[in-house]
C-alpha cells in the first residue's frame, strides 16, 4: 500500500494495549491479486478519511478456506478456518469488516460452527453506515449525468439478502443508476463463484461472465459496479470480450466512492 494510507496491523495495536473498532478483513484476492488491490487501497482511503479506528491482521491473516470449501475439501477448510478463528479469538476481535463477499459469507455463516462468533459486515453495508452517520462525505457532481449499472454478487445477494446498501450509496451519487433485466434476486452470477474462478470453463457455446457481461451492457452504461473482486475481473474481462474498454469502466462501490472523495 502507498506510503499515505494508514493500516496498522493487529500486533501493532495489541501491543499498544488498543482495541480497533472493526478489523478489515482484506481477503485473498484483495491482498495478491493487482486489481483487487486496488480495491483495498480505495476502501483503506475512505476508513482513513472516515477517521474509523480499524486494523489488518497483515501476514497473520491467511485464506477464509471459502474456495477449499466450494471445490468440496471440507478437510482443509476447516484447517484454514480454525487456524483462522484461533488468531482472531486471541486478538478477541468482536467485528469484521472485508470488500469479499465471499469472505463475508463464509466468515458470517460458517465459522460459528467452529467456534469464530464475529459480527460480519460487508463493505457497502460498512459504507452506507458512514454516510447515514455523516461520517464521509463525497462530491456529488463527479458521476452528474453518468449511468451505472449495479451487478449483484451472488454471496452478497442472493446467498446474505444484501440488495440495499450497494444501490442506496450509489443513488447518492446523482448518476442515472440502471438495473439489468436480472437483478437482485434475479441476478446472473458472474461465473467466478464456488470456485469456478480457478478452473477451465467446461463446453458450452458462452462463458457466463461475456453473458452476463451483455445483461450489463444492455442497459448502456459508462460504469458497471461491482462489489466483490472476483466479479470486477470476470465483467472486466467481459468487457474486454465485448471490445468496450474504452467506453466502459467495471468500478467497485469503495472505488466509486473513494474517487468522488478526490482521494
Known amino acids: 500500500m502507498s506510503e499515505n494510507l494508514i493500516v496498522p496491523t493487529m500486533a501493532q495495536m495489541m501491543a499498544e494495549g488498543k482495541q480497533p473498532e472493526i478489523l478489515f478483513w482484506v481477503g485473498s484476492a484483495g491482498s495478491f491479486d ?11 482511503k475512505i476508513l482513513n478519511k472516515a477517521n474509523v479506528n480499524f486494523a489488518v491482521l497483515g501476514t497473520e491473516e491467511s485464506c477464509t478456506g471459502d474456495v477449499a470449501k466450494r471445490a468440496g475439501n471440507e478437510f482443509l477448510f476447516q484447517m484454514q478456518a480454525l487456524m483462522n478463528i484461533e488468531v482472531l479469538n486471541a486478538y478477541e476481535v468482536k467485528k ?6 465471499h469472505s463475508f459469507n463464509c466468515l458470517k455463516n460458517e465459522y460459528p460452527s467452529l467456534g469464530g462468533n464475529y459480527e460480519v459486515v460487508h463493505h457497502t453495508q460498512f459504507i452506507q453506515q458512514l454516510l447515514k452517520e ?4 463525497f462530491n456529488k457532481d463527479t458521476y452528474k449525468g453518468s449511468r451505472i449499472t449495479f451487478h449483484d454478487p451472488c454471496y452478497l445477494g442472493r446467498a446474505n439478502n444484501e440488495y440495499q446498501a450497494p444501490r442506496e450509496i450509489l443513488s447518492q451519487t446523482n448518476a ?18 464456488g470456485a469456478q474462478m480457478f478452473k477451465e470453463p467446461e463446453k458450452g457455446n458462452m462463458e457466463i461472465n461475456v453473458l452476463r457481461t451483455q445483461d450489463a451492457l444492455e442497459t448502456t452504461p459508462n460504469i458497471i459496479a461491482t462489489g466483490c473482486p472476483y466479479c470486477n475481473t470476470m465483467m472486466t474481462d467481459g468487457v474486454k470480450f465485448a471490445h468496450k474498454e474504452n467506453e466502459v469502466k467495471v468500478l467497485d462501490i469503495a472505488e466509486i466512492i473513494a474517487n468522488a472523495q478526490d482521494l
Not at 493487482?34 to 483503506?44: H, L, P, T
Not at 442515472?176 to 463463484?193: F, T, Y
Request: charged share 30%.
Open 176 to 193: 442515472q443508476i440502471v438495473e439489468m433485466k436480472r437483478s437482485k434476486n434475479n441476478a446472473l452470477c458472474c461465473g467466478a463463484g
Open 96 to 101: 469484521i469488516v472485508t470488500c469479499d463477499p
Open 34 to 44: 493487482d486489481r483487487a488491490k486496488k480495491i483495498s487501497r480505495a476502501f483503506v
Open 134 to 137: 455523516g461520517r464521509i462525505n
